[in-house]
């Protein structure tokens, strides 16, 4: 009879993400995935498969886990500016349970250029963000919100860039100060209507 497993399918790739996120991928060797984990080779092989599958399990993942955050983080009686400076504030200034930096931004600067399945998955994970930033503009141009004038498809795209900027700049822990004036100056693009 074959022996249970004694680890947490989705602890496991908590734990894996965050070790990706400190060494990056190509750093981390497989007997790494194995000391950080403390379980034994064969059943991170039975469980995950190799590196790399192991590393596309832990992206899909993560952006499961960002965009449930997003939607958790997120009230209807919010304005348009709150909403959006509670997405940024998120990313810049992680909670001790989130891992710091972005795994999808490692994975563009890392690994997109030479994996096209990695490529596919960072591109459709930045498209989904941009296509959620729409839908929020959308709703605050319908509520008056924003003035009816404003291109929120051009807007949307400025702030998905911003925001992966964000990402990467918290990897270099930047004073509060810093990154809290950026982000204040980022989002005085929403011009929002007092009409």
Same mark, same amino acid.
């Given at each position: 009879?074959?022996?249970? /497993?004694?680890?947490?399918y989705?602890?496991?790739?908590?734990?894996?993400?965050?070790?990706f996120?400190?060494?990056g991928? #190509?750093n981390t060797?497989?007997? #790494?995935l194995?000391?950080h984990?403390?379980?034994?080779r064969?059943?991170?092989?039975?469980?995950?498969?190799? /590196? /790399? @599958?192991?590393y596309?399990?832990?992206?899909? /993942?993560y952006?499961?886990f960002?965009?449930q955050?997003?939607?958790?983080?997120l009230? #209807?009686s919010m304005?348009?500016? @709150?909403?959006?400076e509670?997405?940024?504030?998120?990313s810049?200034?992680?909670?001790?349970?989130?891992?710091?930096g972005?795994?999808?931004?490692?994975s563009?600067t890392? $690994?997109a250029?030479? #994996?096209?399945?990695?490529?596919?998955?960072v591109?459709?994970?930045f498209?989904d963000?941009k296509?959620?930033? @729409?839908?929020l $503009?959308?709703?605050?141009?319908e509520?008056?919100e924003?003035?009816p004038e404003?291109?929120i498809?051009?807007?949307?795209?400025?702030?998905?860039?911003?925001?992966?900027?964000i990402?990467?700049?918290?990897?270099?822990?930047?004073?509060e100060k810093?990154?809290?004036?950026i982000?204040?100056t980022?989002?005085?693009?929403?011009?929002v209507?007092?009409n």
């Open positions: 009879m074959a022996r249970a /497993k004694t680890f947490d989705e602890e496991i790739l908590d734990q894996v993400t965050t070790l996120l400190e060494k991928y #190509d060797s497989f007997q #790494d194995v000391d984990l403390g379980i034994h064969r059943s991170i092989y039975d469980t995950y498969g190799d /590196k /790399k @599958e192991l596309l399990k832990s992206l899909k /993942k952006a499961r960002v965009n955050n997003y939607f958790s983080l009230k #209807d304005t348009i500016t @709150e909403k959006f509670t997405i940024f504030n998120y810049a200034f992680p909670k001790k349970d989130c891992p710091k972005c795994l999808f931004v490692n563009a890392e $690994l250029m030479r #994996d096209k399945e990695i490529s596919i998955l591109e459709q994970f498209e963000t296509r959620f930033f @729409e839908h $503009l959308s709703m605050a141009q509520k008056k924003l003035a404003t291109d498809y051009t807007l949307a795209s400025y702030l998905n860039n911003a925001l992966i900027g990402r990467v700049l918290v990897r270099c822990s930047p004073a810093e990154l809290t004036n982000i204040s980022t989002l005085s693009v929403l011009k209507n007092h």
